[in-house]
């Protein structure tokens, strides 16, 4: 079994295009995420599209020397079974978007551990059963779960894991919540958002 954390990532972004390519301080905003969710336990790579509108975020990360597949544009869901074509039923994917710059290594390691130990194909971390801010996002699903899900519809090509069981007994608790959280927005979708973690 070999884990997987996928960032998918596009510049064609109709509310906040080339997002990824933000700087925040010295860091490309999808450089940044990278650094934050890097480790040895597994291995990351971006997975943004074929398309031109991508062909300088794809020249960034080979500078960066950051592992990244180009698939799809607008279908996501292929773009994802496209890169996993060759691997095993069993392998770990973890999914992430280049828009949630505060996902780090331990939300990711504790979902994980928390799949390996259970017996569910899939299980998230969100805010849809917690107080966790918007943007603090993490799904994890096993590559068997993602091939049998025979679902394409718009929702499904773009969102990738639209159809997937999102109930409350697959989402992962963290420890010592805050109610005040959900006022929080941590993800990057709109000018904004961008001003405001630049600030932070």
């Not at 496209?82 to 505060?102: A, H, M, P, Y």
């Not at 069981?165 to 005040?180: M, R, V």
Request: overall charge positive.
């Amino acid at each position: 079994m070999k884990i997987y954390v996928l960032i998918q990532a596009r510049s064609s972004s109709a509310r906040l295009p080339f997002k990824s390519l933000l700087n925040i301080n010295e860091y490309s905003s999808i450089e940044l995420l990278y650094k934050r969710i890097r480790s040895k336990s597994y291995k990351t790579v971006v997975l943004t599209s074929n398309d031109s509108s991508d062909d300088y975020l794809a020249y960034l990360l080979n500078k960066k020397k950051i592992n990244f597949f180009r698939g799809s544009l607008f279908n996501v869901k292929k773009r994802f079974l496209s890169f996993t074509e060759k691997f095993k039923n069993e392998d770990i994917i973890v999914r992430l978007t280049g828009d949630n710059l505060f996902i780090d290594k331990k939300l990711i390691k504790l979902a994980i551990k928390r799949i390996i130990t259970s017996q569910n194909n899939y299980l998230f971390i969100g805010n849809k059963f917690s107080n966790l801010p918007l943007g603090i996002s993490v799904e994890i699903f096993t590559c068997s779960h993602l091939r049998k899900n025979n679902n394409f519809s718009k929702l499904d090509k773009e969102h990738v894991t639209y159809s997937f069981d999102k109930l409350e007994n697959n989402s992962i608790k963290i420890k010592d919540e805050k109610k005040n959280w959900t006022r929080l927005i941590c993800t990057m979708d709109y000018l904004e958002n961008y001003h405001s973690i630049k600030k932070t």
